[in-house]
């Protein structure tokens, strides 16, 4: 996506490129400025985060730089680090030689995973607990590389990854045709992903990296951003080896041991012409003696180094999920496992069941009051949100009027104000002002209401209250330069102004209150070109003007707000999104002109739907004044639910219907309603009609079928059925690979698959980093049509499809992984078929690659064990077995697996889960041989799940038994 950008020329003849944005999740801020300097090599990177909103968010920084691999590149993460942690802190294992099983792969022999051509698959580390400021990779072929150089106490995060050396397929998704690379991330507040932070009200976070080529070191032992230093110690001798990214003429290259100087050199060094020498050692001086290092000119030490011996640290504890909240102990345990999930956004599991175990154990627990009463005002329940938080204060306040944290009190002010109770909002705030923590961010909060009643000397005193412990908040800073603005105080307005935009050159409120001042100033030119530079930078993006607007109307400042968006809806060319309107109808009611309010929603209500999707909480009360002056307006609904889904999904829906018996003609509307009845109401029926409305409405969007296909597929639609309205609508199909993944699948099971297989050769699919499924179907192609030719005693030809499972044609873009636990299934199939044609030897071969794949917790444990049977392990065959049918009957019980540790996707369908929870337990006991479970079982999954295709495959080879 776009993102603002600005050039700066600084006084000291350095450049600095500034991108940023304000991003929609949360509509906080960040802003990058790259910096070169002349005669340098070092790229100096400043970053500013601004979490301008109300609300305490989480954050996860991590720079990704990609660097070219080869089987002579090292990753080089710090002396002190100990340990590496795989996504998630759920495992560890040993740096740099790892002993352990990481991430499914075996290094228990030892082996250096520091290196990238020790790692055959995709995989990833992270550094633990390093407490050195560096991070750097090497070539030591081509004598080269790169370090990374920043606060290890703000930029913990230290990150390898890799597709591996077997990679092609992925590796072509993300590169040019030069060969594997890899990534070394860094990360700021966050030493893992995810890790995140948290981003108080108004908190502003800055900090600096620096990145610069190296050369010729043979690695790094140390880096500053002046200087990087090498030092190995062998045969009695030293090597030293320095590179700067600075031209120094007369630098010292220093090297002691046991007070003894054993070099001491003026040198010319900069990034093209590094330093090393090889220096003997004295008698009895060991590697732990051995210091070098480098001096600028004017004597300051540029870097050094000197080995230290680590005591061998225990391997962390890796983190568990939670248990269920009935089995954890106390109230503070089951606040901080709903609090971890808040802070981790997992897309499977909500922490309302932990907060409501704890009040009800509590009913007036103060942390967990807060916490819900935070979660209702960012979902605009206000209502709700208010009881929670005055439980809260109630019992912080029992005994002690003016409470240590402010929080709760805070938060009450958000909720009232939400309300529009401004008067005992205000009160809420000034007492939570009291608290240091929320000082700066309760003070801005009553400096927007006192905006409101047009008291600006007021509000001036308030926000330099604010700024006194939140010097940099430039939301502050912005609003201060309004104040002083309506105050007539200009000069002093375009001066704040001025001080903001070199805080933050991509503050669109900083220039906007600059080209209002200097124009109320009398300088019309000096106006004229801030405001051109404004409008240069917000590059007429609309979402940029509806932002500013918003910072105008919390305040009440209404005239300023229309003023701002006005400037885009009269811009060339037109600006046709439907909530510039509808925001220009809302603040022209709220200033007391209704008569061309009205003239603003009606406009607003012609604009195209397409892409309209409102994310402020501030477009909740517009949309429901201009429903309130129009309530015919079919859109205004429409956008209210897109709006509402995530916050209030209840009422989201009865919005989209209200919009629907009005104006039943819009595509995604259906769509929305029938994702809703899905997802919310189990209600496939009701969502399946929404669905066919959505494609009877427009049946050019390839998105709407592929989501009806996935539904069909859960509510247990025939195959038959949806391949005829995939074919029927064929030129929408090709459309997106995964729609066209979807039609060929279903060719599968309709048991077409000459066809299928056709289709799968003749064109390249794009698939999702991870995603197999395009692999899976050609894999299911292949060994359904082999056992139908085993069915008919065509060996020879069954054992060509099993071995052509086995391949990972380019085409289809996906890896073939490391550990591959389908091909346990395909081996076991190879081996039926050479057993077919008498050819036993073979047979047995691959029996025993099947017994040898790492399945892990997949199905695939039944063909492994039933490998491991024919090889009479059958002891081990069994446990396989027996962990199915666990596994199974466990699922059954919890409702289906949960990945704590999920960072995205989506929940699956309950009777999906069920379905395979049967599957297992079928296959366990088939594999245990008593066959009259395994059909029984396999006949329960198709009932939960009539196109599970494998289940019923088994149950056809049970019967045959």
């Known amino acids: 996506m776009p993102v603002d950008y600005t050039l700066a020329e600084n006084d000291d003849g350095s450049k600095t490129i500034w991108i940023g944005e304000t991003e929609r999740r949360h509509r906080m801020k960040w802003l990058i400025g790259m910096t070169l300097q002349p005669g340098q090599s070092r790229l100096d990177v400043t970053v500013k985060m601004f979490n301008g909103t109300p609300y305490v968010n989480t954050i996860l920084y991590f720079a990704n730089v990609a660097i070219h691999s080869t089987d002579s590149y090292q990753v080089i993460f ?31 022999k030892g082996v250096d995973v520091s290196w990238w051509k020790n790692h055959a698959g995709a995989t990833s580390f992270f550094a633990w607990n390093s407490q050195e400021d ?3 990779g090497y070539d030591h072929d081509k004598h080269a590389g790169v370090v990374h150089v920043a606060d290890h106490h703000v930029v913990p995060g230290m990150k390898l990854w890799t597709w591996g050396t077997q990679s092609t397929g992925d590796r072509i998704k993300l590169t040019d045709s030069d060969g594997p690379y890899a990534e ?30 190296l050369r010729e070191t043979d690695g790094v032992c140390n880096a500053t951003r002046d200087a990087v230093v090498n030092l190995t110690v062998s045969d009695r001798q030293a090597r030293v080896a320095f590179n700067t990214p600075a031209k120094h003429a007369s630098a010292r290259a220093v090297l002691t041991a046991k007070g003894a100087t054993l070099l001491d050199k003026t040198i010319a060094i900069d990034p093209a012409t590094p330093f090393s020498k090889v220096v003997p050692l004295p008698e009895g001086a060991s590697d732990l003696d051995v210091r070098a290092a480098l001096y600028a000119e004017d004597g300051h030490e540029l870097v050094a180094y000197q080995r230290k011996t680590y005591e061998p640290e225990p391997m962390p504890e890796p983190v568990n999920p939670p248990p269920p909240p009935a089995e954890i102990k106390t109230v503070e345990e089951l606040y901080l496992a709903g609090q971890r999930l808040q802070q981790f956004y997992n897309p499977t599991m909500e922490p309302y069941p932990y907060f409501e175990e704890a009040l009800k154990r509590d009913p007036d627990d103060v942390r967990t009051n807060t916490a819900l ?20 204060v109630a019992r912080l306040t029992k005994d002690h009027t003016r409470p240590k944290d402010g929080e709760s009190l805070y938060y009450l002010g958000v909720a009232l104000a939400g309300q529009e109770r401004y008067d005992e909002a205000y009160d809420a705030y000034n007492r939570a002002a009291w608290s240091a923590a929320w000082h700066s961010a309760s003070y801005f909060a009553l ?39 309506h105050l007539g105080r200009l000069p002093e307005a375009k001066a704040q102004a001025e001080a903001t935009l070199a805080l933050d050159p991509l503050d669109f409120w900083a220039g906007n209150e600059l080209s209002l001042a200097t124009a109320a100033s009398g300088e019309a030119r000096a106006a004229k070109r801030a405001g051109d530079t404004l409008a240069a930078l917000m590059r007429n993006e609309v979402r940029s003007y509806l932002e500013l607007a918003s910072c105008y109307a919390e305040g009440g400042l209404y005239a300023d707000a229309i003023d701002v968006l006005l400037r885009r809806a009269q811009a ?92 039943n003609t819009l595509s995604t509307l259906n769509r929305n309603l029938g994702y809703a009845y899905s997802q919310r109401e189990d209600d ?119 071995e052509a499972a086995l391949d990972y044609p380019e085409n ?81 019980e919890s409702g289906g697996p949960v990945d704590f540790f999920m960072k995205f996707g989506t929940k699956q369908a309950r009777g999906l889960q069920m379905a395979q929870a049967h599957y297992l337990i079928g296959l366990g006991a088939a594999g245990n041989g008593d066959l009259a479970k395994a059909r029984e079982s396999f006949e329960a999954a198709l009932q939960e799940n009539p196109n599970h295709l494998w289940a019923r495959q088994q149950l056809a080879l049970t019967e045959h038994k």
């Open 447 to 485: 400096a927007e209401l006192d905006c409101r009643k047009a008291d600006f000397a007021r509000a001036l005193d308030h926000l330099d209250r604010s700024i006194t412990t939140n010097t940099r908040d430039a939301k502050s800073l912005d609003l201060r330069a309004a104040v002083l603005r």
């Open 373 to 392: 009463g935070i979660d209702y005002c960012r979902r605009a329940l206000y209502p709700k949100a208010e009881e929670h938080l005055r439980r809260a």
């Open 684 to 802: 496939y029926t009701k969502a399946i009609a929404a669905y066919e409305q959505a494609v009877a409405c427009d049946s050019s969007d390839p998105r709407v079928f592929y989501e009806l296909e996935q539904l069909y597929a859960t509510a247990g639609t025939a195959p038959d059925v949806r391949l005829a309205l995939l074919c029927k609508n064929q030129q929408t199909t090709e459309k997106r690979s995964d729609l066209l993944a979807s039609q060929i699948r279903l060719y599968v099971h309709t048991g077409q698959y000459d066809t299928a297989l056709d289709m799968l050769a003749k064109r390249r699919f794009d698939t999702w980093e991870g995603g197999t499924e395009i692999h899976d179907t050609f894999v299911e192609a292949h060994t359904l049509r082999g056992l139908n030719a085993m069915q008919s005693g065509q060996a020879q030809d069954a054992l060509k499809d099993f």
């Open 572 to 663: 060339e060319p037109a600006e046709t999104y439907p909530m510039l309107y509808y925001d220009l109808g809302y603040y022209t009611a709220r200033s007391g002109d209704l008569a061309r309010a009205a003239e603003y929603y009606a406009q607003a209500n012609t604009m195209p739907p397409t892409y309209c999707f409102p994310y402020f909480l501030d477009s909740i009360p517009v949309l429901r004044d201009a429903i309130a002056a129009r309530p015919t307006d079919a859109r205004a609904w429409y956008y209210l639910g897109n709006l509402l889904y995530d916050l209030q999904p209840d009422e989201a829906v009865k919005a989209w219907e209200t919009s629907r018996e009005l104006d």
């Open 134 to 136: 560096f991070f750097a």
């Open 812 to 892: 289809l873009g996906i890896d073939r992984p490391l550990q591959d636990p389908p091909a346990a299934r395909t081996h076991v199939l190879i081996a039926s078929a050479y057993e077919a044609l008498g050819d036993a030897q073979n047979a047995n071969a691959h029996f025993e690659e099947a017994a040898k794949i790492e399945v892990g917790g997949a199905e695939y444990r039944y063909h492994k064990g039933q490998a491991l049977a024919k090889l009479n392990k059958t002891e081990e065959a069994k446990a396989l077995f027996d962990a199915l049918l666990a596994d199974g009957a466990a699922q059954l």
């Open 184 to 213: 070394i991330m860094v990360g700021a507040y966050s030493d893992n992903q995810p890790d995140y932070s948290w981003f108080q009200p108004h908190e502003v976070k800055v900090f600096t990296q620096s990145w610069y080529p």
């Open 78 to 108: 710090p002396p002190s680090t100990q340990y590496a942690t795989f996504h998630g802190k759920h495992e560890f294992t040993h740096w740099p030689i790892s002993h352990e099983v990481f991430n499914h792969t075996d290094y228990t």
